[in-house]
C-alpha cells in the first residue's frame, strides 16, 4: 500500500489512471479510522477500479481552535488499520500546505441555505470550510465517485450541491452509518470519551429510536419536545440539538407531509466531546 504525501505524486498517478479508463473512487477522512470508515472504503473498492483514502484534518473546517487541537491524529495507527486493503488502495496523507499552498482560508459558498441550520447554524463557517477543502481535493484526486457517510447527513447534502455548483463530474454515494453493538454512532471523536462518558452515550441512538416510533402519529415539535425532556434526565449528556427536517431540504418541519421523507438529527454534548446523529423517520 502506497501512501502519498505530495499532491505532484498522487496528481501523476491519477493522470495515469485516467489515460488506463480506470475508475476512481474517492474516500476522503480526517484519520483516527474506524470501521465506518472501512465501510466507505469497502464500498469503494467494490465500486471502482482504483480507490484514494484521504487522511486530512481540515483546519478550516473547525470553528473552535480547541476541537482542532485536540482532534485524535493517528497517522502510523490508520496506515496499519488500511493494511488489509493493500494495493487495492492508495493513501493520501497532505500537509495543509500541500493542499492549500500559503492561503489556508476558506471560499464562501451559497449551498442554497442547507447550510445554515443545524451544523452550519452551531458551527458557524464550518462547511464553507467542508466546501473549500473538498473543492481543492477533488481537484486534486479527480474521482468519478466519491463516498460519504449519512453519519454527517448535512456535509453529505452540501457535498452534493457543491457538485452541482461547480459542475463536477463527480458521482456522490452515500454510505448507511456503521454503529457500535449498543447504538452508539461510530465516530473518531469517541476515543476522547471517559468511561463513563462512553457508557452513557448510547442514549443518544437510543432516544433517537424512540423518537421514531412516535412518527407519525406526533407532530414534529411534540416529538422534539419529548426528546428534550429525555435528554433532561442525563447528568452526563447535554444536548445541543434536535431537529426533525425533510431529508432532501433539510427544511425544518412543522407538520408530516406524504411523499416527503422526514429525518431527526441530533448533536449532544458529553462533557467537551460533540457527538452528533441522525435517523431516517419513515
Ligand atoms: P470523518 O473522518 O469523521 O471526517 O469522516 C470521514 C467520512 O466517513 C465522512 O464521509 C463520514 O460521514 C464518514 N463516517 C464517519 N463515521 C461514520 C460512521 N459511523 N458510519 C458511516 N460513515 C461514517
Known sequence: MQVFTKRHQLESQVANWHKNNLKIGYVPTMGALHAGHASLVEQA?????????????????????????????DIEGDVDFLKPFGESIIVFNPSAREVYGNHVKSMHFDFAGLEDKMEGKFRPGHFDGVGTVLKHLFEIVRPDKAFFGEKDFQQLQIVKKLVEIENLDIDIVPCPISRADDGLALSSRNKRLTEQERTEAPFIFKTLAEAKKLYPANAPTAIKQWVEQEFEKSKILQLEYIEIADEDTLETATSFEENHTYRAFIAVFAGDVRLIDNLRLN
Open 45 to 73: 473498492i467494490a465500486q471502482c477500479d482504483r480507490v484514494v483514502v484521504g487522511i486530512f484534518v481540515n483546519p478550516t473546517q473547525f470553528n473552535n481552535q480547541e476541537d482542532l487541537e485536540k482532534y485524535p491524529r
